[in-house]
């Protein structure tokens, strides 16, 4: 019992979410959650899925981050929605967070983007495809803000020790690392959950639940999805320890401008956080 005590003490290495502003339900010991739309389409829809996804989250006490891309330079066809200006973008973040007191992440693509996205929001995150790049990476850790690093589709979860080491190496230990699924042939996902205690070793872990569900790759230069799987890879990452949970929602999934294919409908949160918290509280008693 002692030899799994030790096991355990060494995987677990909780996030200090206190050092995130505006974040409330702290201690709640539930699983935190990162989420919002794909990307930033206006205010009104931003608004409208932050509070949202705030009343769902204040009702089941779960710590929660607002999620919204300030610009998509990750597409497959260049006739694909970037976004509606950065500086646009960047500032309905900032009203999010002050209009409903909440944390807010968006992902950067450029070393540049760091230093400018910092100022606007509380979590900097570090695509998946980018995750190598060692200057946006460094970059984004010398601002002192929480970085999220997503597990490159390519990247066993042993290599992303490396990457969280070039966040502490610069000064920041304030690091998450997201896995949001590994490459499963050309054009499918999987998600191996033997990587979430793997990942625990380096850095709080979070599981990226609808973008694990993608199909990419396809011939229309679309990316496709399963989002009708999304309830069984989230409770399979609670189960097995997760920190946290990232999802991507829209309360008209078909016609948002990214990644529509593998959103949460947002009139399914409250049911499926419902579920999982239930999960949650029967794990925290074992």
């Known amino acids: 019992m002692q030899y799994l005590f030790c096991i355990f003490a060494k995987i677990f290495k909780p996030m200090n979410l206190s050092l995130i502003p505006n974040i409330k339900h702290t201690n709640s010991n539930n699983f935190f959650l990162l989420a919002g739309p794909c990307s930033i389409e206006g205010e009104e829809m931003a608004m409208r899925i932050a509070e949202k996804v705030l009343e769902v989250t204040n009702k089941l006490e779960i710590p929660f981050i607002f999620k919204g891309s300030f610009k998509k330079a990750n597409r497959s066809r260049v006739d694909s929605f970037t976004g509606i200006g950065d500086e646009k973008a960047l500032k309905i973040l900032r009203k999010v967070s002050e209009t409903f007191q909440i944390p807010t992440v968006t992902d950067i693509h450029e070393a540049s983007d760091a230093e400018r996205a910092a100022q606007y929001v509380d979590v900097l995150q570090i695509p998946a495809f980018l995750v190598r790049q060692t200057d946006l990476v460094v970059a984004a850790a010398k601002t002192g803000k929480v970085v999220n690093l997503k597990k490159g589709q390519f990247m066993s979860p042993s290599a992303m020790q490396h990457a969280v080491k070039k966040v502490t190496d610069s000064g920041n230990n304030q690091v998450l690392i997201t896995d949001r699924g590994t490459m499963f042939g050309y054009q499918d996902m999987i998600v191996d959950f033997r990587g979430i205690p793997e990942m625990r070793e380096f850095a709080p872990t979070v599981l990226d639940i609808t973008h694990s569900l993608q199909q ?22 609670v189960v097995n320890n997760v920190d946290g949970l990232f999802l991507e929602t829209h309360f008209d999934p078909a016609n948002a401008k990214s990644d529509g294919a593998n959103m949460l409908h947002l009139d399914h949160l409250e049911g499926l956080l419902t579920n999982l918290v239930a999960i949650r509280k029967t794990i925290n008693t074992l």
């Open 216 to 237: 990419p790759n396809q011939s229309s230069g679309v990316t496709g999805g399963r989002p009708d799987m999304i309830e069984t890879i989230a409770r399979a990452g």
